[in-house]
């Protein structure tokens, strides 16, 4: 093992952790806002599409992260099958994905600690997790692991247990009460929401170099995390709305009104009541799903931004490895940096759209790495093929197309700034590139 390789330690069980932990604090929090656009119908329709691309695209992803298992996930495939100029596009697109989601859990992991201590304002416990994370994430693969597996496990099983708390109150008029009240564009504004349910079981792929036998145990990862994540994503929709209607998940008075980042603990309270013992037992165990996810895309966005930076294409030293703790430390201390500058402005909401933004980007271009390999290199090693080719990352690049343009008009000042993000890194990779090639050989070596 050379001193600038990452260390290989994950099991299967513990990819199952990690991509599970990367996408479940979308069960807590934020997909109840898609109900305010949609209404149950509207939002149903969109996290069912949503949640076939989903499937598709982990089944079809798992066939790229088992054939190139690299650091640097959606970068190294685009870079083997479409060039380096895309390449560096779809790296762009997911770093921006994986350093601006922790910004918006941070905020909601702070305002769970303030709600049982106010004294305590929401920004510092936000600041503090960062610190106490990504300090864990540079110790070593293996602690930030073992981490991982025991909050994801605890996240689940509140889950679960919420799902038999609520399920009793169930009535299926609370479903059909009003469910589309935005008529049927109301899908479309769904959309973000639906996808804030699975973002992030992607950066499975960017573990795959520090998994102990990355060709046979991804696909394992892959499978069970979205088989998991389907079945509580289902529980929670269903158990959540059932017990009240649509609205009092959405709005903090259960009629209209200023939105709540709760639907978990709005839906218990029609049950268990607000003053509880099992009601704040549970609100405290659900902080763990926040954790899980803040953590895990910590570690996957470190992956990310170390292949960036070990292929050339952001700042070098991004691209090193700690010798004591085979850790991309300066990775994950970059990115801090940047979450910490997005947390402080406040714009949470925003903050998630980019990132879903860059999330969308990342589909699709993997997707056309996908086929584009397949009639490019048909003799690359394979360990896994995702079945029904094409079917399945056809359906994917269907559905993430649609939901692309769909964003774009509900979101153009967003879409705009995101653009913007990839248009600038790029001119600054072409141009530093450049100035790199004159240096090298005293001209442009255009012709």
């Not at 260390?7 to 990367?22: E, Q």
């Not at 910004?103 to 004294?119: R, S, T």
């Not at 247990?161 to 109150?169: D, E, H, K, N, Q």
């Not at 979450?339 to 990132?355: D, K, M, P, Q, V």
Request: aromatic letters at 12%; glycine letters at 10%; one cysteine or more.
């Amino acid at each position: 093992m050379s001193n600038n390789d990452l260390k290989k330690t994950l099991t299967p069980f513990s990819l199952w952790a990690l991509g599970v932990g990367y996408v479940i604090s979308g069960m807590y929090f934020g997909w109840n806002l898609g109900l305010e656009k949609g209404g149950t119908l509207g939002m149903a329709i969109a996290t069912g599409v949503v949640m076939l691309m989903y499937v598709a695209f982990s089944f079809s992803y798992a066939e790229l992260a088992c054939a190139i298992p690299r650091a640097g996930g959606v970068y190294d495939y685009a870079a083997r099958a479409l060039g380096k100029d895309v390449a560096f596009i779809a790296g762009i697109a997911q770093t921006v994905e994986f350093i601006l989601a922790p910004p918006a859990i941070a905020f909601a992991i702070g305002a769970y600690f303030n709600a049982f201590m106010p004294q305590i304002p929401i920004l510092v416990s936000a600041v503090v997790v960062y610190f106490i994370f990504t300090s864990i994430n540079i110790l070593g693969i293996s602690l930030a692991a073992s981490f991982e597996i025991i909050v994801t496990v605890l996240a689940v099983g509140e889950l679960l247990l919420f799902a038999g708390i609520t399920a009793p109150g169930f009535q299926f008029t609370h479903l059909t009460h009003n469910a589309l009240p935005a008529g049927w564009t109301g899908i479309f504004g769904a959309i973000p929401f639906a996808i804030w349910f699975f973002l992030g079981i992607e950066g499975l792929a960017n573990v795959a170099e520090e998994t102990a036998h990355p060709q046979r145990d991804i696909i394992k990862g892959f499978g069970s995390a979205i088989i998991t994540l389907v079945i509580l994503c289902v529980l929670v929709f269903v158990c959540s709305i059932g017990v009240g209607g649509w609205e009092a998940i959405v709005y903090r008075n259960g009629i209209s009104g200023d939105t709540s980042d709760s639907p978990l603990p709005l839906a218990l309270a029609k049950i268990t009541g607000s003053s509880t013992l099992m009601y704040h037992l549970l609100i405290t165990v659900g902080l763990f799903g926040l954790i899980a996810s803040f953590h895990g895309l910590i570690l996957a966005a470190g992956r990310a931004t170390y292949e960036m930076g070990r292929t050339g294409n952001l700042p070098v030293f991004s691209g090193k490895i700690s010798p004591r703790f085979r850790t991309p430390i300066n990775a994950l201390l970059g990115n801090m940096v940047i979450g910490l500058l997005a947390l402080f402005s406040g714009r949470t909401a925003e903050i998630i759209t980019i990132s879903v933004f860059g999330a969308l980007t990342l589909y699709i271009l993997s997707m056309v790495s996908l086929i584009a390999l397949r009639r490019k290199q048909p003799d690359l090693h394979r360990p896994y093929r995702v079945p029904w080719y094409p079917v399945l990352p056809v359906t994917v690049l269907v559905i993430a197309s649609i939901s692309l343009i769909a964003m774009l008009v509900y979101n153009l000042k967003l879409g705009l700034i995101y653009i913007g993000i990839l248009v600038f890194s790029y001119i600054i990779f072409k141009t530093v590139h450049l100035k790199s090639l004159y240096d090298k050989t005293g001209n442009t070596g255009l012709r």
